[in-house]
DNA sequence: ATGGTAGCACGGCTA
């Protein structure tokens, strides 16, 4: 089976792209974030016409996080408890045999801003409810738009994020806890050093190939055995037809059955 | 040079 993460920067703007990208590619599961649309207005024919279900947790203009599958959706979990602020960044279903969590995880603006406080404390919550929800034992993944990089190569240039969120120790550190509770980063072994998931609109990063790994796929150490491959769908960043590409790539992960 | 680009929604925030 193929489980692919995408961060698509509005669904609205991305509706077509994204609809090239289902029939180029037929993910069985598709994670979304940032769909920057209240739940009521996200274009489900998109993905029914394609025999997909959907479960989705949306937000006016920003955040707004979406699961669709090709088999049953159940136990849908819309929201991170006690630290949304009401910002919809967490949706976690089962389908396919897997438990599954899809996050926004905050982007942090700078380490003297109060949106890496709100950074730091959403993953401490996220590494509480992750210990109160599921066991080691199950298979779970974890997968989104993380914000953080985390080893030097998973950056253009490691000396332009000292103490910079998306590489700050203090995310590292919350980063290195989930790890330790048992989870591994499925992608790692997989995706070449050096290739990255996301590039800055600005200052032509892509071109200058300016990038981070901060998409990613965190399983349980059941999972790591069925991993068959996982990689990054780079042409998916380019301008499609004169249509503009999200700051992100897609990224999939292929399981054995 | 505190820049730059995109999206939401029409001024300013967020990334």
């Excluded at 998109?46 to 203009?61: D, N, S, T």
């Excluded at 050096?194 to 796929?217: C, L, P, S």
Aim: net charge negative; with cysteine; hydrophobic share 40%.
């Amino acid at each position: 089976m193929k489980l692919v993460t995408w961060n698509v920067n509005s669904i609205k703007a991305r509706r077509e792209v994204v609809s090239l990208y289902l029939d180029e590619h037929a993910p069985d599961v598709f994670c979304v974030q940032e769909l920057k649309m209240p739940t009521e207005k996200v274009p489900l024919d998109l993905f029914h016409e394609r025999g997909y279900e959907v479960a989705i947790f949306g937000q006016p203009r920003w955040n707004g996080v979406l699961i669709a599958s090709k088999a049953p959706i159940s136990a849908v979990h819309k929201g991170l408890p006690t630290v949304d602020e009401g910002q919809a960044r967490l949706i976690a279903c089962e389908t396919m045999g897997l438990k599954l969590v899809n996050l926004y995880c905050p982007q942090g603006q700078s380490a003297e801003s109060p949106k890496f406080i709100y950074k730091k404390r959403f993953y401490d919550r996220l590494i509480e409810w992750i210990n109160e929800t599921y066991s080691t034992e199950e298979q779970l993944i974890l997968t989104g738009d993380f914000n953080i990089a985390p080893r030097p190569i998973d950056l253009y240039d490691v000396h332009q994020f000292i103490n910079v969120p998306t590489h700050h120790p203090e995310e590292l550190s919350r980063w290195q806890q989930l790890l330790d509770w048992g989870l591994v980063d499925l992608g790692e072994e997989y995706i070449p050093d050096g290739e990255f998931t996301f590039w800055d609109y600005r200052r032509g990063a892509f071109q200058r190939n300016m990038g981070m790994r901060i998409d990613h796929f965190l399983g349980t150490y059941s999972m790591v055995e069925r991993v068959e491959n996982a990689r990054i769908i780079r042409d998916f960043r380019k301008k499609k037809n004169g249509m503009t590409a999200s700051d992100h790539a897609p990224v999939e992960l292929l399981l054995k059955d």
